[in-house]
C-alpha cells in the first residue's frame, strides 16, 4: 500500500527560528515529490523533486530529496508568522499512462509566534 | 494563465437536495481530479480524468456523481448527501504525461450538508 508519512505533526517556533520537516515515503511508481503550503483554501505549490541530492531553494525555503532512503525534508530559515500554515508532502506515483496520482501526507501543521 | 477556478466557494444543502460543484481550467490540461479534505486532515483523491474519460473512481458513494463535458470543465453533482459529506471539495489539474506533472489546485468549495 502506497504510505506517505510526514513528522513532527504540529511544530511551534518563534519568529525567526529554522524549521526542518520530514518526509518519509513508499509507493510503487515513484515520479515526484511535491511540496505544498495550506492556508485557508488550496494547497499553493512549493516544490517539485524528482532528482535525489539536488537541493531547491526559494527565499527561505529549501527542500531536498534522498530517493535511496525515500524521504525529503522542507527547511524554513527565518521563520515569520506568515509561514504559519499546513504543509503537505505529496508524493506523485503513475496512475495510468498519462497521469499521475498524488498519496498525500498527514500534513505538519506549523504555528510561527511572533 | 494558472489558474483553476472553482464554483461556488461555499454550499449549503440539505440531504434530499440535488447540487452541483463546478471547476473549469483553460491551461491545456487534459487531466482532472476531484478530492475531498476533512479539517486538519490531507486531501483524498476521489475521481481522476483523464482525456475526458474516467480513470479512477476511488470507491466513492454513488450520491457523488462526477462529469467531464470537454477539456476544460469539471463538474461534481451531489444527490442526498449525509452530514459526513460535509468538507472542502477541492478540483485540480495536470498535463496529461507519462512523467512527472505539476497538479494545480482550485481555491475549492466548503460544503456544509444538513
Known amino acids: 500500500e502506497d504510505k506517505v508519512v510526514q513528522s513532527p505533526l504540529s511544530l511551534v517556533v518563534h519568529e525567526g527560528d529554522t524549521v526542518t520537516l520530514n518526509c518519509s515515503y513508499e509507493v510503487t511508481n515513484f515520479r515526484s515529490l511535491l511540496w505544498y503550503k495550506q492556508e485557508k483554501k488550496a494547497p499553493t505549490f512549493l516544490f517539485m523533486l524528482?532528482?535525489?541530492?539536488i537541493e531547491k531553494k526559494s527565499g527561505r525555503l529549501s527542500s531536498i530529496l534522498d530517493k535511496k532512503e525515500l524521504f525529503s525534508i522542507l527547511n524554513i530559515t527565518a521563520t515569520q508568522t506568515g509561514d504559519s500554515a499546513i504543509y503537505l508532502c505529496?508524493?506523485?506515483?503513475?496512475?495510468?499512462?498519462?497521469?499521475?496520482?498524488?498519496?498525500f501526507g498527514q500534513g505538519t501543521i506549523l504555528t510561527v509566534h511572533p | 494563465d494558472t489558474e483553476v477556478t472553482q464554483t461556488p466557494k461555499h454550499l449549503v444543502m440539505g440531504m434530499t437536495n440535488k447540487k452541483s460543484l463546478k471547476c473549469e481550467q483553460h491551461m491545456g490540461h487534459r487531466a482532472m481530479y476531484w478530492y475531498k479534505q476533512k479539517a486538519k486532515k490531507p486531501p483524498e483523491l476521489m475521481f481522476v480524468y483523464s482525456y475526458e474519460k474516467l480513470s479512477i473512481n476511488e470507491s466513492v458513494p454513488s450520491r457523488f456523481s462526477p462529469e467531464c463535458p470537454n477539456s476544460s470543465l469539471l463538474n461534481l453533482h451531489l444527490h442526498a448527501l449525509q452530514p459526513e459529506d460535509s468538507a472542502l471539495y477541492l478540483c485540480?489539474?495536470?498535463?496529461?504525461?507519462?512523467?512527472?506533472?505539476?497538479?494545480?489546485f482550485g481555491p475549492g468549495t466548503r460544503l456544509t450538508v444538513t
Open positions: 485540480a489539474s495536470s498535463q496529461a504525461s507519462s512523467g512527472p506533472t505539476l497538479e494545480y
Open positions: 524528482t532528482s535525489s541530492g
Open positions: 505529496a508524493v506523485e506515483h503513475a496512475g495510468g499512462t498519462s497521469y499521475g496520482k498524488l498519496t
